[in-house]
């Protein structure tokens, strides 16, 4: 890890030059300052993931931290979890037919207005180690493809459907006989606040690119899914310990939850943020 200068009321030290950071000097229990709390927004946009350790947080803390960044998200299947609505309770035992995040995503990027970060405190970590979780940098992801086929994905816009992960791999009925949220959004988009590019697609949850042939979507999804995927540079990789709390940027990040500890049990508790802007050209 690399220690970076510039903040005065944290410690900030990166874990890969461009992705994740480890934070230190911060009880989350607490209001921040107005000080530490304008460098640790600063740091997420740096860093788009940050790592805090040893926090002692109730679910009422957790939830006052992330109010701090936005009004709190309702996950679409939050009915099968029960509890309070505000937190995903993300629990995988010997018993589970699924854990949550076992693939590359972007969380809840089917909903018109995506959740603009989210908050994992870790409870209880896997007896035999293990259960990480990976964060791919989408700013990279885009950054590392050629002009050319930056200007073929311009202005294409895909659509991305919650049933596909929580109707066809969860096997969740949505709610009282409603349906699960399907929205399109532009394939690249624009950070909304540090106006970088992103590429804006997902295994998790995009069906298809719109107005092209089926052969053709499947085609630059597959491909661009597999640069994700086999790029490891783009990757920084999460070790939880009980009581760690990572925040992600999800608007300009992947992350896919590591299920290598079966039959041993992992526990975790989820707040994200709703998003303010749908995501845009
Ligand atoms: C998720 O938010 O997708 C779950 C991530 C994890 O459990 O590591």
């Known amino acids: 890890m690399v220690a970076q200068a510039g903040y005065h009321t944290i410690g900030v030290n990166s874990i890969t030059p461009h992705i994740g950071a480890e934070i230190s000097g911060v009880d989350l229990s607490q209001p921040l300052a107005n000080e530490q709390f304008s460098e640790v927004y600063q740091a997420w946009l740096d860093w788009k993931v940050l790592v805090f350790r ?61 959740p603009l970060g989210s908050m994992l405190y870790m409870k209880e970590t896997p007896e035999c180690g293990g259960g990480d979780t990976l964060f791919a940098d989408m700013y990279l992801a885009y950054d590392l493809l050629s002009d050319r086929f930056k200007a073929m994905l311009d202005g294409l816009v895909a659509v991305h459907d919650g049933a596909i992960p ?103 508790e989820r707040v994200s943020i709703v998003g303010t802007q749908r995501p845009a050209a």
């Open 54 to 114: 040893d926090q002692q947080l109730s679910g009422e803390q957790h939830k006052a931290f992330a109010r701090r960044f936005g009004a709190l998200h309702v996950h679409p299947m939050q009915h099968s979890y029960g509890g309070d609505p505000e937190i995903l309770r993300v629990r995988t035992t010997k018993d589970s037919r699924y854990t949550a995040g076992n693939g590359w995503h972007t969380d809840v990027s089917c909903d018109e207005f995506p």
């Open 166 to 268: 929580y109707l066809g791999s969860y096997q969740v009925a949505p709610p009282n006989g409603s349906t699960y949220p399907r929205h399109e959004h532009p394939l690249v988009c624009t950070h909304p606040e540090t106006g970088k590019k992103i590429l804006y697609v997902n295994s998790g949850f995009t069906s298809h690119i719109k107005d092209l042939a089926p052969t053709e979507s499947r085609a630059i999804l597959q491909m661009l899914y597999q640069h994700i995927a086999q790029t490891p540079r783009l990757i920084c990789r999460v070790q939880w310990e009980p009581n760690t709390l990572t925040f992600w940027d999800n608007r300009c990040t992947q992350h896919h939850a590591v299920w290598d500890y079966y039959p041993h049990s992992r526990y975790g």
